[in-house]
């Protein structure tokens, strides 16, 4: 995945990230993470967008090849059928090579957010007072969910955001594609994505309900282990090993149900999402099955 360079260096590497999260907001701190590295960010982000957009020319290729087999006119570059294979299995390998490279680049971003956030969450804990100093993680367990998870979200939260930039490009120009071949077509097929949206909206706020419960949950599974481990003699001694197994369980049995309530959800939206697909595939073979026998929709089209 990806990051950027150059973030302020010298006071984006002093201060706590949790604490410029307060002060400044997610999104402004994201920019900020962004900046970091930026000439890697940069370079990555061109050649995420780059990667995900190259399916569009991939399928007129397609729409092409199809179309000279059936002997319709394509005008695609004046190619004819071995062309017009060759284009698009160049073009296949060149986005092949495209994503070594990119994720090579992106990873080396990836490291570097991850380490400077950390770094900075526990140089605020080894401060005294001052203004670099940032809130207390409290226990072991707090530490690891910090640390680890908590900074692990925010690097993606960033990483996000070229995902979102690339999908978005491409989304567009293969709906002006699909609007030049059919525009009620076009249209018909992008109801059920619709859905999909409203019901993601929905239900964001018990999303982050359910995920924040979950956080916490491993929070307190982490901290208890951490409280025993460091207190095995004194479990030893006073012959608790019965109770703390128990209590052990007993949180352990907390987090199970909150991870099987986000997971729950998390795959219902992602199956619900999934769904539109063979929802839009099946609308566009009912639909277009008419346009094909009148001639006006051609195998290439479909």
Known sequence: ?????????????RRCAAHDAQQMGVVALG???ARHRGVLFAAGAVLWVTWWTVPVGAGLLLRAIFDRIAGEPTGMLGLGLAGLAVAFLALEAARAGLVVGVVDLWVRWWVAVRTLVRTNLLSAQLASGDGRAGKAVGDPGGAVTTFRDDVDDLALYVDTWLD????GTFALAALAVMLR???????VVLAPLAVVFVINRALAARIRTWRRAD??????????LGDVFAGVLAVKVAGAERAAVARLAQVNA????TALRD??????LNGASGATVDVSIGLVLLLGAGAMRAGTFTVGDL
């Open 215 to 224: 956080r916490e949950a491993t929070q307190r599974v982490t901290g208890f």
């Open 263 to 268: 997971r729950l959800l998390s795959d219902l």
């Open 254 to 257: 907390r987090r199970r149900v």
């Open 164 to 167: 979102l930039a690339g999908t």
């Open 1 to 13: 995945m990806s990051a950027r360079r150059r973030a302020r260096s010298g006071r984006t590497g």
């Open 181 to 187: 071949i059919d525009g009620v077509l076009a249209l």
């Open 31 to 33: 920019v900020r993470l």
